[in-house]
């Protein structure tokens, strides 16, 4: 199996997971990313059974508006029972490292709302200690060189992701060599970072149903 069957795998039993719950006037939430991207198609195939998503980022809203599933506003919704999204890195306890798409700060916003964050990902994203794959901090443009600094301060290397500027206006600061052996604590740390938007640590609200692509097939795996 190529990753990209196993990113397909995953998408296709994230929707057999939601399947026997969907309602006709359900809202589901979306994430970002190509293993996101492969759920949205894979959804447009049931996309009368729901009513319509609140997207992470404006390239999901676009891909779900092209499907032709409607795409509201967060604000206008009460309730989400199932958030569906990719990620970078995954422990064991479903923290994650999410954010390689700049699109942390939606993710995290509609992490938060959703009952369920169902988590798919490729095994090769299964890490025992997050932080390999760079931690992404989505700042204030005029903050970037004072968070700069305090990043360094806690112990990582930031670099300035040239050219980037995410859906909300802001730049991203990736942190690499950040010490994660306590998720939570460090994702508090950065959070209390003036001129911090969020960081790309979900370990407050992590994953609550992760399942991952392997080469044996789909595994199923909840909060250890
Ligand atoms: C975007 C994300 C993505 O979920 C993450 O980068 C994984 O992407 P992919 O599914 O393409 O590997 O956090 O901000």
């Not at 997207?55 to 032709?68: F, K, M, N, P, Q």
């Not at 604000?75 to 306890?93: A, P, Q």
């Amino acid at each position: 199996m190529t990753q990209n069957e196993r990113k397909q795998a995953v998408a296709h039993a994230a929707l057999d997971h939601i399947l026997p719950h969907l309602e006709n006037d359900m809202i589901l939430g979306i994430g970002t990313g190509s293993t996101a991207n492969g759920f949205i198609d894979a959804l447009a195939e049931i996309k009368n059974r729901f009513d319509g998503a609140v997207a992470s980022s404006e390239s999901s809203a676009e891909r779900l508006r092209t499907h032709g599933i409607p795409v509201y506003d967060l604000n206008t919704v009460s309730e989400l029972r199932f958030y569906i999204d990719g990620t970078d890195e995954t422990n064991e306890h479903l923290h994650l490292i999410k954010g390689g798409g700049a699109a942390l700060t939606r993710e995290k916003i509609v992490a938060v709302v959703a009952k369920e964050f169902i988590c798919i990902a490729d095994e090769n994203k299964w890490v025992d200690v997050l932080g390999a794959f760079p931690l992404a901090v989505e700042v204030i443009p005029m903050a970037r060189s004072y968070v700069g600094r305090e990043l360094v301060k806690l112990g990582s290397d930031p670099i300035y992701r040239e050219g980037v500027v995410t859906d909300n206006g802001n730049i991203i600061l990736d942190a690499w060599n950040m010490n994660i052996i306590n998720p939570i604590e460090v994702e508090q740390a950065i959070n209390q970072i003036t001129g911090v938007v969020a960081n790309g640590l979900f370990a407050i609200r992590p994953a609550d149903l992760l399942l991952l692509g392997t080469s044996s097939g789909v595994k199923s795996l909840t909060i250890q």
